[in-house]
């Protein structure tokens, strides 16, 4: 019984091509980068337009929604001074109807009041105004109130002293705060408070004098008498943000613009890998010029590299 020869086993083949490419990759490379292309060009201007970004498509405007609907039906019915949105100080009404200062569209909206009368005042008097604020403009806002102090001394005065023995005292929103007259005027525009303001909140400021009552040196005497008065200034502003009400962007557009500016990106890293990959020999790592001839090899296993002429003459039969 003879044993037959043992079969010869090949050597796993390995399939070669060769291409030459203008571009550096081949034809089914660019197919497959010009989907990608495409598809992630889609994705950006998907995202652009989620983000209103895109140069066609304008400026996103304000949208009046359901607050601003209640809050001009509010107004109609409730009367109210208002300070347009005109940078104008309004001049509003101690005891009077509450003031609403809209800083829409411009830095800040004013309002203004004096507190002069023909009252004569004497030692114990106290006396206090209160004016009414709330905040009418497109979102958080926040309220600075000041006090300008003047007084006139005529030559024949015999109370010359009386700023003195006045002192201006005031209250906004839980604020309180006192100082002699002559130490206001003294001070040129005086800031009593800074308070912060919601959308549509409203809050009070009092402002008021008083003498005590054992002066006895601040009296006319029939003389021509020192004249005190002040005016308060109501000024409304927007909480830091310099952006216009309706241009600011919202979470979703900042994520859609995040992803497209991603998926950007990925496309430009995907194209330069591609082309980087089949620029240079695998093997030698030679880079290949544009004009020169490269070989793909496929392995069994499915792996393809990239070969100059070179080494795939010496490794693989063409």
Do not use: K
Not at 146 to 156: E, K, R
Not at 284 to 309: F, H, I, K, Q, Y
């Amino acid at each position: 019984m003879t044993a037959s020869p043992p079969a010869a086993h090949s050597a796993p083949r390995v399939i070669a091509r060769s291409v030459v490419s203008d571009g550096g990759l081949t034809p089914r490379g660019r197919a497959a980068a010009g989907i990608l292309a495409i598809v992630l060009l889609l994705a950006l201007v998907a995202g652009l337009a989620a983000a209103n970004a895109l140069p066609f498509a304008g400026a996103p405007g304000h949208t009046v929604g359901a607050d601003d609907a209640a809050e001009r039906r509010e107004a109609s019915t409730h009367p109210s001074a208002r300070a347009a949105p005109t940078g104008n100080p309004l001049q509003a009404e101690w005891n009077g109807p509450t003031v609403s200062l809209d800083w829409r569209g411009v830095p800040y909206a004013r309002a203004e009041t004096s507190f002069i009368g023909d009252r004569t005042a004497a030692p114990g008097d106290r006396a206090m105004r209160a004016l009414d604020v709330v905040n009418a403009g497109p979102g958080p806002g926040v309220m600075t109130v000041t006090l300008d102090a003047m007084q006139h001394i005529p030559a024949l005065a015999e109370n010359p002293d009386l700023a003195e023995d006045v002192t201006i005292f005031w209250e906004v929103g839980g604020v309180e705060g006192s100082r002699t007259f002559d130490a206001l005027a003294a001070s040129g525009r005086v800031e009593l408070a800074q308070l912060a303001l919601d959308r549509s909140e409203q809050t009070r400021i009092v402002v008021g004098f008083a003498m005590p009552a054992e002066i006895d040196r601040s009296r006319a005497l029939g003389a021509p008498s020192t004249i005190l008065s002040f005016d308060v200034g109501v000024e409304m502003r927007g909480d830091g943000s310099d952006a216009p009400p309706g241009l600011a962007a919202t979470g979703g557009q900042i994520a859609a613009a995040a992803i497209a500016a991603a998926a950007l990106l990925s496309l430009l890293g995907l194209l330069l890998l591609a082309r980087r990959r089949d620029r240079v020999c695998d093997l030698c790592e030679r880079e290949l010029s544009r004009r020169d001839a490269r070989v793909t090899v496929r392995a069994p296993g499915g792996n393809e590299d990239t070969l100059c002429v070179e080494c795939a003459r010496a490794g693989v039969l063409l």
